[in-house]
């Protein structure tokens, strides 16, 4: 069956950078998509950034410019580069995936991790 397994949170003062990594196992088709997430408690849910089989990548603007996500194919393993951090990214992040085919929309995403939480301090 499809994991995803998130690691590399923890805490960094704000301006500082982190790497999250995804690793991604039990997939039966070529075309998927990968993306983070992150989570505050009481807000909803917000992609931050995604990347399909064919290296397409997406960013929410609030990060654009500062994260890269990225992945190692023959690894399995997906990436997000946190730079310039800043306390509002203060959240738990979650990898996800859609290991059915290229669609990066939220509903598609029927994987997911169990977390791993990011603390920016100011």
């Known amino acids: 069956q499809v994991r995803v397994v998130e690691s590399g949170g923890g805490s960094v003062q704000a301006g500082g950078s982190l790497r999250l990594s995804c690793a991604a196992s039990?997939?039966?088709?070529?075309?998927?998509?990968m993306g983070w997430f992150r989570q505050v408690p009481g807000k909803q849910r917000e992609g931050v950034a995604s990347i399909d089989s064919d290296g397409r990548e997406s960013y929410i603007g609030s990060v654009e410019g500062r994260f890269t996500i990225s992945q190692e194919k023959t690894k399995t393993m997906a990436y997000l580069q946190m730079n310039s951090l800043k306390s509002e990214d203060t959240a738990m992040y979650y990898c996800?995936?859609?290991?059915?085919?290229?669609?990066?929309?939220?509903?598609?995403?029927?994987?997911w991790g169990q977390g791993t939480r990011v603390t920016v301090s100011s």
């Open positions: 039990g997939f039966t088709r070529s075309r998927y998509c």
């Open positions: 996800a995936a859609n290991p059915y085919g290229p669609s990066c929309s939220s509903v598609d995403f029927a994987v």
